[in-house]
C-alpha cells in the first residue's frame, strides 16, 4: 500500500525557515515525479512544487520561486521542501503528492499533510 | 496559467438524487496528439486529504462507486452523482495537469 507521511511542520516567524520531509513507502519511490501541493485553512488547493524522479528537473509557483526549494533522496525513499524566508500567506497544510500517470501533475496519492503556521 | 472554475460553488441535493458540478477551464486541457483530456477530478472530506476519483476526465480510480461518473472534454467538463449517498458529503474539486497545475476553486456538496 502506497504511504506518504509528511513531518516538519510547526509555527515560526515570518522570514524564517522551515524544512518539510515525506517518506515514502509501498512503491518504488525512484520511480516516481512527486509534488507539494498546499491548502490553505480552509482554502483551496495551490500546486507548490515539482520534482522528477532522478532529482534533474524542478519547477515552482510563482509565489515560492527564490525562497523554498523541493529535493529529494531516493536511497532513503524521502522528498523534502526547504522553505525560507517565510511570509504569513505560506500558512497552510503541505501535502506531498505522488504523480500516477507519467505527466508528472496527476496527483494520484496524497499524505496526510504537516501544518505550516506563518506568524509573529 | 489555466485557471479553472467550478459550478456551483455549494450544492445540496436529497439522498438518492442526482449531483451534477461543473468545471470549465480557461483553455482547452485536450491534447491532441493522444486525444486526452488532461483533467481530474478529487473528493475531500473533512479532515482528510483529496482522493483521487478520475483521471483523464472519465477514467475512474480503482475502488471508485459506479454511480459516480465523469465527463466532457476540451474545456467544459462534468462530475456526476447519480443517486447521492450519505457518504458522498465532500468537496469536490477539478484539477488540470496538461501544464503547470491548477485547480478549480472547489464545490461543497451538501445533503438536502
Known amino acids: 500500500e502506497v504511504q506518504l507521511v509528511e513531518s516538519g511542520g510547526g509555527l515560526v516567524q515570518p522570514g524564517g525557515s522551515l524544512r518539510l520531509s515525506c517518506a515514502a513507502s509501498g512503491f518504488t519511490f525512484s520511480n516516481y515525479e512527486m509534488s507539494w501541493v498546499r491548502q490553505a485553512p480552509g482554502k483551496g488547493l495551490e500546486w507548490v512544487s515539482y520534482i522528477s524522479s532522478t532529482g534533474s528537473t524542478r519547477y515552482y509557483a510563482d509565489s515560492v520561486k527564490g525562497r523554498f526549494t523541493i529535493s529529494r533522496d531516493n536511497a532513503k525513499n524521502s522528498l523534502y521542501l526547504q522553505m525560507n524566508s517565510l511570509r504569513p500567506e505560506d500558512t497552510a497544510l503541505y501535502y506531498c503528492?505522488?504523480?500516477?500517470?507519467?505527466?508528472?501533475?496527476?496527483?494520484?496519492?496524497w499524505g496526510q499533510g504537516t501544518l505550516v503556521s506563518v506568524s509573529s | 496559467d489555466i485557471v479553472m472554475t467550478q459550478s456551483p460553488d455549494s450544492l445540496a441535493v436529497s439522498l438518492g438524487e442526482r449531483a451534477t458540478i461543473n468545471c470549465k477551464s480557461s483553455?482547452?486541457?485536450?491534447?491532441?496528439?493522444?486525444?486526452?483530456?488532461?483533467l481530474a477530478w478529487f473528493q475531500q472530506k473533512p479532515g482528510q486529504p483529496p482522493k483521487l476519483l478520475f483521471y483523464?476526465?472519465?477514467t475512474r480510480e480503482s475502488g471508485v462507486p459506479d454511480r459516480f461518473s465523469g465527463s466532457g472534454s476540451g474545456t467544459d467538463f462534468t462530475l456526476t452523482i447519480s443517486s447521492l449517498q450519505a457518504e458522498d458529503v465532500a468537496v469536490y474539486f477539478c484539477q488540470q495537469y496538461y501544464s503547470t497545475p491548477t485547480f478549480g476553486q472547489g464545490t461543497k456538496l451538501e445533503i438536502k
Open positions: 503528492a505522488k504523480d500516477g500517470s507519467g505527466s508528472g501533475y496527476l496527483f494520484h496519492r
Open positions: 483553455q482547452s486541457v485536450l491534447y491532441s496528439s493522444n486525444n486526452k483530456n488532461y
Open positions: 483523464w476526465a472519465s
